[in-house]
Antibody, heavy 117, light 111 residues
Framework: EVQLVQSGAEVKKPGESLKISCKGS????????IGWVRQMPGKGLEWMGI????????RYSPSFQGQVTISADKSISTAYLQWSSLKASDTAMYYC??????????WGQGTLVTVSS | QSALTQPASVSGSPGQSITISCTGT?????????VSWYQQHPGKAPKLMIY???NRPSGVSNRFSGSKSGNTASLTISGLQAEDEADYYC???????????FGTGTKVTVL
């Protein structure tokens, strides 16, 4: 069974760093793209970027380029999304999804990130 | 890239059919047969309902169907049921970015 399991909710202060994770199982982790999606409170879905764990090819949406870093450790089938300096506007639910030909058939359960002083 | 345009809300009575539109441009919806639709219940992760314009993943009810004409894709839900009340998002491949683009989202209400 394909599963994407994300790390738990986080509460951080502005300026702090953060790295959240998404662990894949039940399939060949290196053969599919993993994407990250942001959903701000009460708002819609936004693609942030995607990574191909097989060779770490990473692409970012222009809106998120330079704001976050996406990485993966194929030895433990885990993808990451990280911030070096959080802002209050980063408060959102973040989802990872397995992507094949642009289609996301499997999603993680989401990680809620709250940034507040 | 700009989000695809969807109506903010659509409603219908149980048993009725409703259609949600998703309007883009020739650089995304109109140019490729790579439109997918996702259902999201409150507090839940999105769920794939339709891919490649009109294909249903295994396990998705045949009450859900997709189509496309020009720069507009559509999701039709027939025999509307209470469990269909959710937010729906379209998504399309776009030549302007290496990532797909989502629609603005539509809240479906079952009256």
């Amino acid at each position: 069974e394909v599963q994407l399991v994300q790390s738990g909710a986080e509460v951080k202060k502005p300026g702090e760093s953060l790295k959240i994770s998404c662990k894949g199982s039940g399939y060949s982790f290196t053969s599919y793209w993993i994407g990250w999606v942001r959903q701000m409170p009460g708002k819609g879905l936004e693609w942030m970027g995607i990574i191909y764990p097989g060779d770490s090819d990473t692409r970012y949406s222009p809106s998120f380029q330079g704001q976050v870093t996406i990485s993966a450790d194929k030895s433990i089938s885990t993808a990451y999304l990280q911030w070096s300096s959080l802002k209050a506007s980063d408060t959102a639910m973040y989802y990872c999804a397995r992507v094949l030909d642009g289609v996301s058939g499997y999603w993680g359960q989401g990680t809620l990130v709250t940034v507040s002083s | 890239q700009s989000a695809l345009t969807q109506p903010a809300s659509v409603s219908g009575s149980p048993g009725q059919s409703i259609t949600i539109s998703c309007t883009g441009t020739s650089s995304d919806v109109g140019g490729y047969n790579y439109v997918s639709w996702y259902q999201q219940h409150p507090g839940k992760a999105p769920k794939l309902m339709i891919y490649d314009v009109s294909n249903r993943p295994s396990g998705v009810s045949n009450r859900f169907s997709g189509s496309k004409s020009g720069n507009t894709a559509s999701l039709t839900i027939s025999g509307l049921q209470a469990e269909d009340e959710a937010d729906y998002y379209c998504s399309s491949y776009t030549s302007s970015s290496t990532l797909n683009v989502f629609g603005t989202g539509t809240k479906v209400t079952v009256l």
